[in-house]
């Protein structure tokens, strides 16, 4: 079981920046993979970016490319998702999930084990 806490969601304005963190409980960085996702009103669930907490090696989804940036801290698991550019349509519940594989598949979007969300609200 991975256990999984978002923080940095909040109300911010068109154009401004987020930072959004998630700390997973593992004890090991081993096979571990951790992704965001979101959610907006009314909308399916979308993939945004995915880690693999050991290599570093990355994924994105095309519609993140530019404006998201996923990454690890060097000392322990927290994965961040910076944003920018913000806009009232990237207003959703983010979501951070893990998943443990004995590979990197970058373009597959299953995850396993799922946080409780942050919500990020951006307004015109």
């Known amino acids: 079981q991975v256990q999984l806490v978002e923080s940095g969601g909040r109300y911010v304005q068109a154009g401004g920046s987020l930072r959004l963190s998630c700390v997973p409980s593992v004890t090991s960085r081993s096979g571990v993979d951790i992704a965001w996702f979101r959610q907006g009103p009314g909308k399916e669930r979308q993939f945004i970016s995915a880690?693999?907490?050991?290599?570093?090696?990355?994924s994105y989804a095309d519609s993140a490319k530019g404006r998201f940036t996923i990454s690890r801290d060097g000392t322990d698991n927290t994965v961040y998702l910076q944003m920018v550019s913000l806009s009232p349509e990237d207003t959703a519940k983010y979501y951070c999930?893990?998943?443990?594989?004995?590979?990197?598949?970058?373009?597959?979007?299953?995850?396993?084990?799922w946080g409780q969300g942050t919500q990020v609200t951006v307004s015109s």
């Open positions: 880690l693999r907490l050991t290599e570093g090696f990355t």
């Open positions: 999930a893990a998943r443990l594989r004995s590979l990197w598949y970058p373009r597959n979007w299953e995850f396993d084990y």
